[in-house]
């Protein structure tokens, strides 16, 4: 059974770039889409974005000037950058995988970013 | 882009039937699936596909998608069953996920 788990700093400055990680267990990376989920406090799920494991990537048009999503299969990871971030980036973060129109089945325990000053 | 509408908030009294739906052009024509979230906790996948379920869900969770109209509906419904539900597609012709806003349901 695939795990997942996000890591990486958990407060980010305003205008800054917010850089997670999402780590692979128990299955291989190298399949299905990989793909980051955002949690505003008291607010919806919104998707970021996707990479495929070949790195072909998807972006959601709000965020995508904004987003840069990469793999690397050897580590089992892979990542997110979003930058110039602003307190509307405060959320939960989650990475999970799907397949193409498939259901998001795992997801990862989730990590929350604050931007603050 | 697509929009999936789901209503904020439905209430029911325990033992009774829940119905959340989500909107979307067409839908009918597209693969629904249902989350639920509980506070604090990461989303639950409990219905895919439309209507089938993943193994530990129980049976009263059940789902259809027809027209412009897709439901969740949980039968029997039990006080932890309180949590957030969120409908999900895949847009084919953007390529891109979208989400429902969400619906808040209060076992009552």
């Known amino acids: 059974q695939v795990q997942l788990q996000e890591s990486g700093p958990g407060l980010v400055k305003p205008s800054e770039t917010l850089s997670l990680t999402c780590s692979v267990s128990?299955?291989?990376?190298?399949?299905?889409?990989w793909s980051w989920i955002r949690q505003p406090p008291g607010k919806g799920l919104e998707w970021i974005g996707y990479?495929?494991?070949?790195?072909?990537?998807n972006y959601n048009p709000s965020l995508k000037s904004r987003v840069t999503i990469s793999i690397d299969t050897s580590k089992k990871q892979f990542s997110l950058k979003l930058s110039s971030v602003t307190a509307a980036d405060t959320a939960i973060y989650y990475c999970?995988?799907?397949?193409?129109?498939?259901?998001?089945?795992?997801w990862g325990q989730g990590t929350m970013v604050t931007v603050s000053s | 882009s697509y929009v999936l509408t789901q209503p904020p908030s439905v209430s029911v009294a325990p033992g009774k039937t829940a119905s959340i739906t989500c909107g979307g052009n067409?839908?009918?024509?597209?693969?629904v699936h249902w989350y639920q979230e509980r506070p604090g906790q990461a989303p639950v996948l409990v219905i895919y596909?439309?209507?089938d379920r993943p193994s530990g869900i129980p049976e009263r969770f059940s789902g259809s998608n027809s027209g412009d109209t897709a439901t969740l509906t949980i039968s029997r419904v039990e006080a932890g069953d309180e949590a957030d539900y969120y409908c999900?597609?895949?847009?084919?012709?953007?390529?891109?996920?979208?989400f429902g806003g969400g619906t808040k349901l209060t076992v009552l």
């Open positions: 999970s995988e799907n397949d193409s129109s498939g259901p998001f089945d795992i």
């Open positions: 128990g299955g291989s990376i190298n399949a299905y889409y």
């Open positions: 990479i495929y494991y070949s790195g072909s990537t």
């Open positions: 067409n839908i009918g024509g597209k693969s």
């Open positions: 596909y439309d209507y």
């Open positions: 999900q597609v895949w847009d084919s012709s953007s390529d891109h996920v979208v």
